[in-house]
């Protein structure tokens, strides 16, 4: 199939190379003239394991190509995706500004049948805003060309992109039309051929479903946080909790883990922009609400229990960070918890010393150059001469360390671990302070 994605961001990258990658033929869009300049250069603006490799043998083979022409684009593809993206306004409601440009480009430039496919997460009725701008702009023209709006929602975690595109649980289309449950089930066909995980469904359902999964998943990590806050002030050890809970088959382990709590481009978006949709029809979520006030809570433990263990007093102060991305394998930091605690520090006269696999390019993109911001080039060098340490990515390279070794190099033996890595046992064992997420020692 021919096929177009506007939009060259996390989504549309790993769509179009992923489609590409089975032969269809693709042509990524984006209005971004230096992203496109670097994409065909071989260079990939974000961090994802395998991607690189991936985008580079399909744009080698001549199926994955990169444009900033828009009425090339339109001219490609019978399908076109819109994979843009939706930030959140002040209001906490999705941005469809970007969405509904592309729908207007469509209309604009368009000379032949289009199915318009919704691959950005977007709030119920969003097709139907497409639908309306598409057929303004064909009105304005004189033009009655056949088009078609369905709903094709992106379920992907940063980190493990190609895995879930290729071998994901579901691939759900919102539509009622047999002729775009064809070509989208021509689309997906290599994916599905061991396994069919192809759903239909109305566009508003599968609208609706892209968001009440987040917000499920953002649920079970503030209700474990939650949790785990408890846990601490009853003396309860919260991984023994999580096992206890997780072996129940009707809970299950994933989404469990208690932490300083999540960030990313999805979740703080997504429920926001539920519980605005929710306003929008005179409903109010309580539910929604709790999980993002729980999340911004616990977000700001990491600085909480800090600064209980130097009695409040962190004024000229060095912290070494481990991790600054809101989760491993990324560099996004969009909403993460290193931020949140960063800021707290340099606010309390406080210095960082920081250092993450991947994110520290984000990082100086994000902060440039402060004077209480050093940015070190691995684990051992931030520790050295710190007076504390605190953990706010669980990258695999921090899980095993010699516990000697590290009290040697800090100047305080305080390690604040915001993702419960280490046993509490074995690191006090060497004369350590180890503050972790409900496991005891609360310092909330």
Same mark, same amino acid.
């Given at each position: 199939?021919?096929?177009?994605?506007?939009?060259?961001?996390?989504?549309?990258?790993?769509?179009?190379?992923?489609?590409?990658?089975?032969?269809?033929?693709?042509?990524?869009?984006?209005?971004?003239?230096?992203?496109?300049?670097?994409?065909?250069?071989?260079?990939? #603006?974000?961090?994802?394991?395998?991607?690189?490799?991936?985008?580079?043998?399909?744009?080698?083979?001549?199926?994955?190509?990169?444009?900033?022409?828009?009425?090339?684009?339109?001219?490609?593809?019978?399908? $076109?995706?819109?994979?843009?993206?939706?930030?959140?306004?002040?209001?906490?409601?999705?941005?469809?500004?970007?969405?509904?440009?592309?729908?207007?480009?469509?209309?604009?430039?368009?000379?032949?049948?289009?199915?318009?496919?919704?691959?950005?997460?977007?709030?119920? =009725?969003?097709?139907?805003?497409?639908?309306?701008?598409?057929?303004?702009?064909?009105?304005?023209?004189?033009?009655?060309?056949?088009?078609?709006?369905?709903?094709?929602?992106?379920?992907?975690?940063? *980190?493990?992109?190609?895995?879930?595109?290729?071998?994901?649980?579901?691939?759900?289309? =919102?539509?009622?039309?047999?002729?775009? @449950?064809?070509?989208? !089930?021509?689309?997906?066909? #290599?994916?599905? &051929?061991?396994?069919?995980?192809?759903?239909?469904?109305?566009? &508003? +359902?599968?609208?609706?479903?892209?968001?009440?999964?987040?917000?499920?998943?953002?649920? @079970?990590?503030?209700?474990?946080?939650?949790? +785990?806050?408890?846990?601490?002030?009853?003396?309860?050890?919260?991984?023994?909790?999580?096992?206890?809970?997780?072996?129940?088959?009707?809970?299950?382990? $994933?989404?469990?883990?208690? *932490?300083?709590?999540? *960030?990313?481009?999805?979740? #703080?978006?997504?429920?926001?922009?539920?519980? !605005?949709?929710?306003?929008?029809?005179?409903?109010?979520?309580?539910?929604?609400?709790?999980?993002?006030?729980?999340? &911004? !809570? $616990? @977000?700001?433990?990491?600085?909480?229990?800090?600064?209980?263990?130097?009695? *409040?007093?962190?004024?000229?102060?060095?912290?070494?960070?481990?991790?600054?991305?809101?989760? #491993?394998?990324?560099?996004?930091?969009?909403?993460?918890? /290193?931020?949140?605690?960063?800021?707290?520090?340099?606010?309390?006269?406080?210095?960082?010393?920081?250092?993450?696999?991947?994110?520290?390019?984000?990082?100086?993109?994000?902060?440039?150059?402060?004077?209480?911001?050093?940015?070190?080039?691995?684990?051992?060098?931030?520790?050295?001469?710190?007076?504390?340490?605190?953990?706010?990515?669980?990258?695999?390279?921090?899980? /095993?360390?010699?516990?000697?070794?590290?009290?040697?190099?800090?100047?305080?033996?305080?390690?604040?671990?915001?993702?419960?890595?280490?046993?509490?046992?074995?690191?006090?064992?060497?004369?350590?302070?180890?503050?972790?997420?409900? !496991?005891?020692?609360?310092?909330?």
């Amino acid at each position: 199939m021919r096929i177009t994605i506007f939009g060259t961001g996390y989504v549309g990258l790993v769509t179009g190379t992923c489609l590409a990658d089975v032969g269809h033929e693709v042509l990524c869009m984006d209005v971004d003239a230096e992203k496109i300049a670097r994409l065909e250069a071989g260079e990939i #603006p974000i961090f994802e394991p395998g991607l690189e490799e991936m985008v580079k043998a399909n744009v080698g083979e001549g199926r994955l190509r990169f444009t900033t022409d828009a009425a090339t684009a339109v001219a490609f593809g019978t399908l $076109q995706f819109i994979a843009v993206g939706t930030p959140p306004d002040e209001d906490g409601s999705a941005d469809l500004q970007y969405v509904l440009a592309v729908a207007e480009t469509i209309g604009r430039h368009m000379t032949d049948a289009k199915v318009v496919v919704d691959k950005s997460t977007v709030p119920v =009725g969003t097709a139907d805003r497409v639908r309306e701008t598409i057929a303004g702009v064909l009105a304005e023209r004189g033009e009655r060309l056949a088009f078609e709006v369905c709903s094709n929602p992106e379920f992907l975690k940063e *980190g493990a992109a190609i895995e879930d595109f290729t071998h994901g649980a579901r691939i759900i289309v =919102g539509t009622d039309s047999d002729r775009v @449950k064809a070509l989208m !089930r021509e689309c997906y066909a #290599p994916y599905i &051929r061991l396994q069919e995980k192809l759903m239909f469904m109305e566009v &508003r +359902a599968a609208e609706l479903t892209k968001y009440a999964a987040n917000a499920m998943l953002a649920t @079970k990590i503030s209700f474990m946080n939650e949790i +785990a806050n408890l846990a601490e002030r009853l003396g309860a050890d919260i991984e023994q909790v999580r096992r206890g809970i997780g072996s129940d088959p009707r809970i299950g382990y $994933q989404f469990i883990y208690p *932490g300083c709590g999540y *960030g990313g481009s999805c979740f #703080p978006k997504d429920v926001q922009a539920l519980a !605005r949709t929710a306003g929008d029809v005179g409903y109010e979520a309580e539910l929604l609400g709790a999980v993002e006030a729980v999340n &911004r !809570r $616990q @977000k700001g433990s990491l600085f909480s229990k800090l600064a209980r263990a130097f009695d *409040g007093d962190l004024e000229g102060r060095t912290i070494a960070l481990w991790g600054l991305a809101f989760k #491993p394998n990324t560099d996004d930091m969009r909403d993460a918890p /290193s931020r949140t605690l960063m800021e707290a520090l340099w606010t309390a006269g406080a210095r960082v010393k920081a250092y993450d696999p991947e994110a520290m390019g984000e990082c100086r993109r994000l902060y440039g150059d402060r004077q209480d911001l050093e940015l070190v080039e691995d684990r051992a060098e931030a520790v050295q001469g710190a007076d504390a340490l605190v953990i706010c990515t669980e990258w695999k390279a921090f899980r /095993s360390v010699d516990f000697a070794w590290l009290k040697a190099q800090l100047a305080m033996p305080v390690i604040v671990d915001g993702r419960n890595l280490f046993e509490p046992e074995a690191v006090k064992a060497h004369g350590l302070m180890y503050y972790a997420v409900g !496991r005891g020692d609360s310092l909330n």
